[in-house]
């Protein structure tokens, strides 16, 4: 079965700090990874994708297919990035979401 | 482009009663989905759709329907409200279902079933 999961409900990090957020995944198949955000009062909306091996905000994911993992990272935390990440896999038609984790930045 | 518009925002429902949620989307995308949120969980797929006329189920069906006339609806029916079924919902579309195609959400509705 296709699962994603996000350990961290909750990550708070001081500003400046480096913040990595954590998404493991199970699927049978080839992945493909998304990493979506949620700020606040602001609709869900893709942050990057493992496919075009961006960086999006200062933010990298790369994709670890012999752990399974999709980490989220950045170097230098800011303010602004406080807001709730999900990671989603695609599935063929479906996506497959995490519970997500809520990060707070602390100024 | 409005994008994805969801509509009403915020809705109370009685046990048994029906509704439907209104979803249009103006950037002509073929796909279109139905999540719902809960407390503390992920989204979970309720429905989507592939294209006008076509539509599949989703992890999370049961208690649900909808259909797909046109290109830009994608209406999610309840029809005998249950207290399960509060939850934050959302439509989402997307060009294509690749990796390179990103989906686009709507605002979302809050459904309070009591």
């Known amino acids: 079965a296709q699962r994603v999961t996000q350990p961290e409900k909750l990550l708070s990090v001081f500003k400046g700090a480096p913040v990595e957020l954590k998404c493991n995944y199970s699927?049978?198949?080839?992945?493909?990874l998304f990493w979506y955000v949620q700020y606040s009062r602001q609709r869900l909306q893709l942050l990057l994708r493992h496919i075009s091996r961006e960086s999006i905000k200062g933010f990298t994911a790369d994709l670890n297919k012999g752990e399974t993992s999709f980490h989220l990272k950045k170097p230098f935390a800011q303010e602004e990035d406080s807001a709730m990440y999900y990671c989603?896999?695609?599935?063929?038609?479906?996506?497959?979401f995490g519970t997500g984790t809520s990060l707070t930045v602390i100024p | 482009n409005a994008g994805v518009t969801q509509t009403p925002k915020f809705r109370i429902l009685k046990i048994g009663q029906s509704m439907t949620l209104q979803c249009t989307q103006d950037m002509n995308h073929n796909y279109m989905y139905w999540y719902r949120q809960d407390p503390g969980m992920g989204l979970k797929l309720i429905y989507y759709?592939?294209?006008?006329?076509?539509?599949d189920k989703g992890e999370v069906p049961n208690g649900y329907n909808v259909s797909r006339s046109t290109t830009e609806d994608f209406p999610l029916r309840l029809e005998l409200a249950a207290p399960s079924q509060t939850s934050v919902y959302f439509c989402?579309?997307?060009?294509?279902?690749?990796?390179?195609?990103?989906?686009?959400f709507g605002p979302g509705t809050r459904l309070t079933v009591t």
């Open positions: 989603a896999l695609n599935g063929g038609n479906q996506f497959y």
């Open positions: 699927y049978s198949g080839s992945p493909e």
């Open positions: 989402a579309s997307s060009y294509s279902y690749s990796g390179r195609s990103e989906q686009y």
């Open positions: 759709s592939v294209g006008a006329g076509i539509t």
